[in-house]
T-cell receptor, first 115, second 111 residues
Framework: EPEVTQTPSHQVTQMGQEVILRCVPI?????FYWYRQILGQKVEFLVS????????KSEIFDDQFSVERPDGSNFTLKIRSTKLEDSAMYFC?????????????FGSGTQLSVL | GEDVEQSLFLSVREGDSSVINCTYT??????LYWYKQEPGAGLQLLTY?????DMKQDQRLTVLLNKKDKHLSLRIADTQTGDSAIYFC???????????FGRGTSLIVHP
């Protein structure tokens, strides 16, 4: 079965540094998502992306965050100046449509640790 | 609100049934989901139920929905060690197609 690929699996960074988390969604999918899960907490929606623009975002997704689809295959999440509270597992997901009962395909996540 | 609550851990013996529970607050939920996350892998859709149903069965899995109490459960019959994973409850409300997830329940199956 096709899968969503995320790199790196672990990222350690210093507070204040910029990080870019990378995702390769399934090739024929059109809708892309980032979620995150802080240890012990819920999986939280960050942003959805379609047709080269953000379609929906949560309150967490502030000016420090940005997303980009720089080419036909990659989908990236950038955090400009990381904070300690950005430490979390970040999941990328994709789907071929948006609507009721769409099945999201998730990557295995990038564990971000901000020191 | 869109809160989804699950207990953090469940431990069962191999061969027994497991029941993982979830409560949610959004009464306009349309679809409710169970996702499974195995170690080192992403979340995978396990099963789902539409809000006008109260039960759905798929082999060893039974989903029960009590819409009045906003309670969703996942029953796994004859639980195997391969069922050890984190199970996430999620729902999709009429206002958005973005699924809202709980924190996940770690199912531990021991011999």
């Amino acid at each position: 079965e096709p899968e969503v690929t995320q790199t790196p699996s672990h990222q350690v960074t210093q507070m204040g540094q910029e990080v870019i988390l990378r995702c390769v969604p399934i090739s024929n999918h059109l809708y892309f998502y980032w979620y995150r899960q802080i240890l012990g907490q819920k999986v939280e929606f960050l942003v959805s992306f379609y047709n080269n623009e953000i379609s929906e975002k949560s309150e967490i997704f502030d000016d420090q965050f940005s997303v980009e689809r720089p080419d036909g295959s990659n989908f990236t999440l950038k955090i400009r100046s990381t904070k300690l509270e950005d430490s979390a597992m970040y999941f990328c997901a994709s789907t071929d449509g948006t609507g009721a009962n769409e099945k999201l395909f998730f990557g295995s996540g990038t564990q971000l640790s901000v020191l | 609100g869109e809160d989804v609550e699950q207990s953090l851990f469940l431990s069962v013996r191999e061969g027994d049934s497991s029941v993982i529970n979830c409560t949610y607050t959004d009464s306009s939920s349309t679809y409710l989901y169970w996702y499974k996350q195995e170690p080192g892998a992403g979340l995978q859709l396990l099963t789902y139920i539409f809000s006008n149903m109260d039960m759905k069965q798929d082999q060893r899995l039974t989903v029960l929905l009590n819409k009045k109490d906003k309670h969703l459960s996942l029953r796994i019959a004859d639980t195997q060690t391969g069922d050890s994973a984190i199970y996430f409850c999620a729902h999709q409300s009429g206002g958005s197609y973005i699924p809202t997830f709980g924190r996940g329940t770690s199912l531990i199956v021991h011999p």
